[in-house]
């Protein structure tokens, strides 16, 4: 027997695909995402789906929800001086306004003790450079996430996880060779950098009732860096 529907936005590949892996056996999964590729093998439901432009079809979902994942991200890592303002819009538009957007619309089939998962980076809380765009929009999420989990306790819980760099396609400009992956796992206490499953177990872990008394966390998946200077 399955013991919740859940909703993935943008669970085609990296964090959101592992996700779907760990949930499949136990939870009835929907993913709503531009591409289906990797899901093919998987005991889903796909709806095609694009966050930026598309209305979310309500009808292609079951009449009640007990978790609810946002993954979509993006990551632009430059100067404020080469940045346009279109890419801070960017940048919003992709993390904040697309979560808002679909969490306006599937709040009312969240059900008693449901979990709302948002991503955001660890990057808000520490004050990096070259990290101004993606930074405020994720800072956004967080704001967002809180002032959503007082609204809306104790019906629905909301947390967010706010992870460092994590090795998925998303990342791969940043860890293309093995350079770059051994300089970016030495800035981290635990000496690697994530992968998508580690931010995927936590994903699960707060989407289930062993998190029943969580809400409004920011919760750092880092590998120690938001905590811990080593240097």
Same mark, same amino acid.
């Given at each position: ?18 996700? %779907? ?29 694009? %966050? ?5 079809d ?10 609810f ?33 679909? %969490? ?12 709302? %998962?948002f991503?955001?980076t660890?990057a808000?809380g520490?004050g ?12 956004a ?20 996880i ?10 791969s ?9 051994e ?7 635990l ?41």
């Amino acid at each position: 027997m399955k013991n919740k529907n859940i909703l993935l936005i943008g669970g085609s590949q990296g964090i959101g695909l592992e996700l %779907v892996k760990l949930l499949q056996d136990t939870h009835t999964v929907f993913v709503a995402s531009r591409t289906a590729d990797e899901l093919s093998s998987l005991n889903v439901t796909h709806i095609s789906f694009d %966050v930026t432009k598309d209305e979310l079809d309500l009808s292609a979902l079951p009449e009640s929800l007990g978790g609810f994942v946002y993954c979509p991200g993006s990551i632009n890592l430059k100067p404020l001086k080469m940045m346009g303002l279109d890419t801070f819009r960017e940048d919003m538009e992709i993390n904040f306004f697309s979560l808002v957007k679909v %969490v306006k619309q599937i709040m009312p089939k969240m059900s008693e003790g449901s979990s709302m %998962v948002f991503f955001s980076t660890v990057a808000v809380g520490m004050g990096m450079p070259f990290h101004t765009s993606v930074a405020a929009a994720k800072g956004a999420i967080e704001g967002f996430a809180k002032a959503l989990a007082a609204e809306n306790t104790p019906k629905v819980r909301v947390n967010v996880i706010a992870p460092s760099l994590v090795d998925t396609p998303l990342a791969s400009r940043l860890l293309s060779n093995d350079r770059k992956k051994e300089m970016m796992a030495d800035r981290h206490p635990l000496k690697r950098v994530g992968t998508a499953e580690d931010i995927a177990r936590m994903a699960a872990f707060l989407l289930k009732e062993d998190s029943s008394w969580m809400t409004g966390q920011i919760l750092g998946v880092d590998g120690g860096m938001s905590s811990l200077n080593i240097s």
